[in-house]
């Protein structure tokens, strides 16, 4: 789907009014957000890779202490893996981390430490697309590129009262009235209209700056458009999670086995209490016998439940079932994991972890600490 004539001479004819109003409204209310008064290329796409998936607000802390730890490129890619992962604990979507830091790497390595100031290059490194390249293309270099996320999708497709219109189009439709000398500019307005004006329910018309200038305010359709696009059922799985004590003198210094996950699986890089999904008709206690028997070659006894935790990722939602474990036979070795330890709680504290097995660490602290808890003596 392309621009059609008609639209095309509607945004030029209407690109200046556009450009003023929307840089004038930007000038007087723009949040002040820690991101807002830098335009060095690493920093913005920190900010943008961060805010790809994440609320402002819980971006804000995340990024601060991010730079703090890792002021440049070149910091960041000399960091592991896992101190990496560390800071991006809570945040959710950890692959991108994982490509930050990848990609951190390759900017060394190939482009001098310097992000290229170059649309086709941004998008060769790892994780950043259309969107991402766009934003730092604008707001760091100045370069006139469109970059269209889920907000600003929704304001451009209200300007031109389209239900459902293709990337390219918006794209298209952002190009024609962004300014070629305000690009970073233009492009951080649009994102805050989206966030705080043109919302997905109750829009606040009255506020826009680009009131006069949208189709379907004109067509009392603001509400309607864009179309939701359609939802699709999210399925829910029950998970076992093992938290295996070792044979420890006294409760104090027990150790507990958790595993880390594989580079390409689902939160990659993380470290957990090893386990896995309940099959059909398998109780929870055999699917953790099981996935701890092919996952890590050992045998394990299943006592009394420790938490259960309930999360929901993009596309499923989980009820996790943790359970205090005790070794029966065999050593454990990483069958399908990428490494494994035997941790004392301070150390499972630093390792970086899902929010999910954070939760269960914590519930097992707390049930070491209760003064009836009993360690398991599995020497005997
Ligand atoms: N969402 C994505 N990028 C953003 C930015 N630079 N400022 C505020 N919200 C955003």
């Given at each position: 789907?392309?621009?059609?004539s008609?639209?095309?001479?509607?945004?030029?004819?209407t690109?200046?009014e556009a450009?003023?109003?929307?840089?004038?409204w930007f000038e007087?209310?723009?949040r002040?957000l820690p991101?807002?008064?830098?335009?060095?290329?690493?920093q913005v796409?920190?900010s943008?890779?961060?805010l790809?998936?994440?609320?402002?607000?819980?971006?804000?802390?995340?990024?601060?202490?991010?730079?703090?730890?890792?002021?440049?490129v070149?910091?960041?890619?000399?960091?592991?893996?896992?101190?990496?992962?560390?800071?991006?604990?809570?945040?959710?979507?950890y692959?991108?981390?994982?490509?930050?830091?990848?990609?951190?790497?390759?900017?060394?390595?190939?482009?001098n430490?310097?992000?290229?100031?170059?649309i086709?290059?941004?998008?060769?490194l790892?994780?950043?697309g259309?969107?991402?390249a766009g934003?730092?293309?604008?707001?760091?270099?100045?370069i006139?590129?469109p970059?269209v996320d889920?907000?600003?999708?929704?304001?451009?497709?209200?300007?031109?009262?389209?239900p459902?219109?293709?990337?390219?189009?918006?794209?298209?439709?952002?190009?024609?009235?962004?300014?070629e000398?305000?690009?970073g500019?233009?492009?951080?307005?649009?994102m805050?209209?989206?966030?705080t004006i043109?919302?997905?329910?109750?829009p606040?018309c009255q506020l826009?700056p680009?009131?006069a200038l949208?189709?379907?305010?004109?067509?009392?359709?603001q509400e309607?458009?864009p179309?939701p696009?359609?939802?699709?059922?999210?399925p829910?799985?029950d998970v076992?999670?093992a938290?295996?004590?070792?044979?420890?003198?006294?409760?104090?210094?027990?150790?507990?086995?958790?595993?880390?996950r594989?580079q390409?699986?689902m939160?990659?890089?993380?470290?957990?209490?090893p386990?896995?999904?309940?099959?059909?008709a398998?109780s929870?206690?055999?699917?953790?016998r099981?996935?701890?028997?092919?996952?890590?070659?050992?045998?394990?006894e299943?006592?009394e439940?420790l938490?259960?935790?309930?999360?929901a990722?993009?596309?499923?939602?989980?009820?996790?079932?943790?359970?205090?474990?005790?070794?029966?036979?065999?050593?454990?070795r990483?069958?399908?994991?990428q490494?494994f330890?035997w941790?004392?709680t301070?150390e499972?504290?630093a390792?970086?972890?899902a929010?999910?097995?954070?939760?269960i660490?914590?519930?097992?602290?707390?049930w070491?600490e209760?003064?009836s808890?009993e360690?398991?003596?599995v020497?005997?």
């Open positions: 789907m392309t621009l059609d008609e639209t095309r001479q509607y945004l030029t004819d690109r200046e450009r003023t109003r929307l840089l004038t007087r209310y723009a002040e991101w807002r008064d830098t335009t060095t290329p690493y796409w920190v943008e890779v961060m790809q998936q994440t609320q402002v607000e819980t971006v804000r802390s995340y990024y601060r202490r991010f730079l703090g730890r890792f002021p440049t070149q910091a960041l890619a000399v960091a592991s893996q896992e101190d990496v992962l560390k800071l991006w604990e809570g945040l959710g979507y692959s991108r981390a994982r490509s930050l830091h990848k990609a951190a790497q390759i900017i060394v390595n190939t482009h430490g310097e992000l290229p100031a170059d086709t290059a941004l998008r060769r790892p994780g950043i259309p969107y991402t934003a730092i293309a604008s707001i760091a270099f100045g006139p590129a970059a889920g907000n600003v999708r929704r304001v451009m497709a209200r300007i031109l009262a389209m459902t219109p293709s990337q390219a189009l918006l794209e298209d439709a952002v190009g024609l009235w962004m300014p000398d305000a690009a500019p233009f492009t951080e307005a649009l805050e209209l989206g966030a043109c919302s997905p329910r109750l606040r826009c680009w009131q949208c189709r379907a305010r004109e067509l009392g359709r309607a458009v179309a696009r359609p939802r699709k059922a999210i829910h799985y076992a999670a938290v295996t004590l070792r044979n420890t003198p006294n409760k104090a210094s027990t150790d507990v086995l958790v595993a880390q594989r390409d699986d939160l990659g890089g993380l470290w957990e209490f386990g896995g999904k309940r099959e059909a398998e929870l206690p055999e699917a953790l099981r996935e701890l028997r092919e996952e890590m070659g050992i045998e394990i299943v006592g439940s938490t259960t935790v309930k999360h990722y993009t596309h499923f939602r989980i009820t996790l079932y943790a359970f205090i474990c005790t070794l029966t036979n065999g050593d454990p990483c069958i399908e994991c490494n330890k941790a004392s301070a499972v504290r390792l970086p972890m929010v999910t097995d954070r939760k660490a914590g519930a097992l602290e707390a070491l209760a003064p808890s360690v398991i003596d020497s005997a």
